[in-house]
């Protein structure tokens, strides 16, 4: 398995923006597609966004698609979630996880234990 660790969550008001990190040891991370998922209170932990391991393909949620992007940085072995208008419904913790999986839809079998983002006034 790959160790996960998420940073840069935080509180923002509504129409701010915020970038997620997520720093990876243990494998080569440019073996791994990775992904985004996030949990608020109550609910269970969906889907926000993927990428392959070398960054080419790129998947998103609808809910999230055009104001979310996701990338990686392979020599720094970093997964990052830039979020732009952010909207009181995407308070969550946000969690990333890692992948094996040669082809989408991945299977993630490593994941990290989240950073909190609040959106709020």
């Known amino acids: 398995q790959v160790q996960l660790v998420e940073s840069g969550g935080g509180l923002v008001q509504p129409g701010g923006s915020l970038r997620l990190s997520c720093a990876a040891s243990?494998?080569?991370?440019?073996?791994?597609?990775m992904g985004w998922f996030r949990q608020a209170p109550g609910e269970e932990r969906l889907f926000v966004a993927a990428?392959?391991?070398?960054?080419?393909?790129?998947y998103y949620a609808d809910s999230v698609k055009g104001r979310f992007i996701i990338s990686r940085d392979n020599p720094k072995n970093t997964l990052y979630l830039r979020m732009n208008s952010l909207k009181p419904e995407d308070t969550a913790v946000y969690y990333c996880?890692?992948?094996?999986?040669?082809?989408?839809?991945?299977?993630?079998?490593?994941w990290g234990q989240g950073t909190q983002v609040t959106v709020s006034s």
């Open positions: 990428i392959s391991w070398s960054g080419g393909s790129t």
């Open positions: 996880a890692a992948s094996r999986s040669s082809a989408w839809p991945y299977e993630y079998d490593s």
């Open positions: 243990g494998r080569p991370f440019s073996s791994d597609a």
